[in-house]
């Protein structure tokens, strides 16, 4: 065998061992998918180019939406803090965050201009996009 290759074979024996090791330390980390933050209402009013009069009552009316759903997650033993949820428990909540979501659409109906809305609903995050 001649010296290159023996030196080729043992640069992949080292570079196989700090691939196991590296694994081997992350097999016990969570891999929990992190639930982004929503946006601040704040922001979201300036992207919507909101009036003055619609501005603190667009930013009540998010306020309130995102202590409702906090609220609700907490009732059912859910942390965002702690990453995604399992499907199960989402599933388990659908309905009432499917009413939450219907309740905030009407309010914001009321303040929103329609082509606000249409802006809003281009902007805002959604569960499933990336």
């Given at each position: 065998m001649t010296e290159t290759l023996r030196l080729r074979l043992h640069r992949a024996g080292i570079a196989t061992a700090a691939l196991i090791l590296a694994l081997a330390l992350t097999a016990?980390?969570?891999?929990?998918?992190?639930?982004?933050?929503?946006?601040?209402p704040a922001d979201l009013a300036?992207?919507?180019s909101l009036s003055p009069e619609q501005t603190p009552v667009?930013?009540?009316?998010?306020?309130?939406?995102?202590?409702?759903?906090?609220a609700l997650l907490a009732?059912?033993?859910?942390?965002?803090?702690?990453?995604?949820?399992?499907?199960?428990?989402?599933?388990?909540?659908r309905a009432?965050?499917?009413?939450?979501?219907?309740?905030?659409?009407?309010?914001?109906?009321?303040?929103?201009?329609?082509?606000?809305m249409q802006t809003l609903k281009e902007i805002a995050p959604r569960g499933r996009r990336k």
């Amino acid at each position: 065998m001649t010296e290159t290759l023996r030196l080729r074979l043992h640069r992949a024996g080292i570079a196989t061992a700090a691939l196991i090791l590296a694994l081997a330390l992350t097999a016990g980390q969570s891999h929990a998918q992190q639930v982004p933050a929503p946006p601040r209402p704040a922001d979201l009013a300036a992207k919507l180019s909101l009036s003055p009069e619609q501005t603190p009552v667009f930013i009540s009316i998010m306020d309130s939406h995102f202590a409702e759903t906090k609220a609700l997650l907490a009732r059912h033993g859910v942390d965002p803090s702690k990453g995604r949820p399992p499907f199960q428990v989402m599933r388990k909540l659908r309905a009432e965050m499917m009413q939450n979501q219907r309740a905030l659409k009407t309010e914001l109906s009321a303040v929103l201009t329609p082509q606000q809305m249409q802006t809003l609903k281009e902007i805002a995050p959604r569960g499933r996009r990336k």
